[in-house]
């Protein structure tokens, strides 16, 4: 396994723990000390997703043997990561819909009919902004992941052709080995025919010359 998984993983699951624990310390406050943990929760929901992102990075950068193992734990994480989202939402839910609550009271009780109808108009004009404001957000957030993906599909891609690569260069320098094998034994068989050559000619010369002495003797005689 990948000792920079493991460092990634080591990191996610002490701060879930930590998170667990504020999640439950922040239902029972309430104000500002209510507020206050809820930033430090939310931060470290970031802190957690970054942390996420990463462990998926390095997984895909992996052999798939790896890589399949990790992918399954990292899906326990997601769904870790989204239950704690889960449970910060219904924390802030509940934080909101009561400062709504005393807010609306403490209104209704300094003046219910100064409410006209342009601020009711202009206080639906600001909620529309706001959700506006929200859908934006949520298309960023959208398209960020995208490209994330998107990286980690070229990061898998770019990890394949590599071994490609080096599968295509060990089958050149094999090629290679029997090039020079083969130019030696080459080399070898045009030695022995060219001392084959001479031989046979050496033969022959004194093949001839017996027969030229042969016909001198009887000749003379």
Known sequence: MSQVFEGYERQYCELSANLTKKCSSASIL??????????????GLDDAEALIRKMDLEARSLPPNVKATLLAKLRE???????????????????ANQAARDELLESGMADTM??????????????ERLNHSSDR????????????ELGVSILQDLH????????????????DDNISRSKK???TMSRRMSRNKWIISSIIAVLVLAILLVLYFKLAH
């Open 114 to 127: 100064m409410v006209s109808a342009d601020q009711r108009q202009r206080l639906m004009m600001s909620t």
């Open 137 to 148: 957000i949520r298309e960023s957030r959208k398209t960020m992941l995208e490209t994330e």
């Open 185 to 187: 034994i080459l080399t």
């Open 77 to 95: 994480y997601k769904s870790d990561l989204n239950n704690l989202k889960s449970e910060v939402k219904r924390i802030t839910s509940a934080n």
């Open 160 to 175: 394949q052709q590599r071994q490609s690569l080096l599968h295509a260069h060990d089958t050149l320098h094999g090629v």
């Open 30 to 43: 309430d104000g500002e000390q209510k507020k206050q943990k809820v930033s430090e929760i939310k931060a």
